[in-house]
T-cell receptor
Framework: DSGVTQTPKHLITATGQRVTLRCSPR?????VYWYQQSLDQGLQFLIQ???????AKGNILERFSAQQFPDLHSELNLSSLELGDSALYFC??????????????FGPGTRLLVL | AQSVTQLDSQVPVFEEAPVELRCNYS??????LFWYVQYPNQGLQLLLK??????LVKGINGFEAEFNKSQTSFHLRKPSVHISDTAEYFC?????????????FGKGTKLTVNP
């Protein structure tokens, strides 16, 4: 158990809909990362938050957005869903005090299926 | 931009045999290197990481990896595998000089250990 929790575990929805994925980082971690894992693209970095502020953006679509709240949990919002958005979405966290040498701890993921 | 190549998408081996999973990275600057393991239906777990110093890095579960700067490689090895090592293994890099702590992952290598 990494200490990172993600809800829900599974999500089935229809094209055009909007969903929210939730992540609670390890206790004390200030950085939260979102990654998408799909068969064709592999594991891709989406976005990073540090202590409530956006720190870096990767290959995140405009239809996707995220935020980190004062209690440090994070939400990833996916809207106008398309079939190709079906994937496993991981959240990871790290202390945020030692830069890119830090270990990122991954949650169990949310599996999204868009029908 | 950084990239990671995992040369083998699938590696089948017999139990108690040695294994090497290959990873090459592409970067003109120094990087930090990581190996993560993903067991079926689980999140990613850190096996080991190279930050600096000794080029031979020992990790959990008997795995080790060797950093070779001239060949830009970071191959993962285990002298004797067990059935329980069956999983997908991901090599990743992060940039010490970058403005983000994001990880760039390879496509993964599926290790199957057969009895």
């Amino acid at each position: 158990d990494s200490g990172v929790t993600q809800t829900p575990k599974h999500l089935i929805t229809a094209t055009g809909q909007r969903v929210t994925l939730r992540c609670s980082p390890r206790s004390g971690d200030l950085s939260v990362y979102w990654y998408q894992q799909s068969l064709d693209q592999g594991l891709q970095f989406l976005i990073q938050y540090y202590n409530g502020e956006e720190r870096a953006k990767g290959n995140i679509l405009e239809r996707f957005s995220a935020q980190q709240f004062p209690d440090l949990h994070s939400e990833l919002n996916l809207s106008s869903l398309e079939l190709g958005d079906s994937a496993l979405y991981f959240c990871a966290s790290s202390p945020g005090t030692s830069g890119s040498r830090e270990t990122q701890y991954f949650g169990p993921g949310t599996r999204l299926l868009v029908l | 931009a950084q990239s990671v190549t995992q040369l083998d998408s699938q590696v089948p081996v017999f139990e108690e045999a040695p294994v090497e999973l290959r990873c090459n990275y592409s970067s003109s600057v120094s990087v930090y290197l990581f190996w993560y393991v993903q067991y079926p239906n689980q999140g990613l777990q850190l096996l080991l990481k190279y930050l600096s110093g000794s080029t031979l890095v020992k990790g959990i579960n008997g795995f080790e990896a060797e950093f070779n700067k001239s060949q830009t490689s970071f191959h993962l090895r285990k002298p004797s595998v067990h059935i329980s090592d069956t999983a997908e293994y991901f090599c990743a890099v992060s940039d010490p000089q970058g403005g983000s702590e994001k990880l760039v992952f390879g496509k993964g290598t599926k290790l199957t250990v057969n009895p």
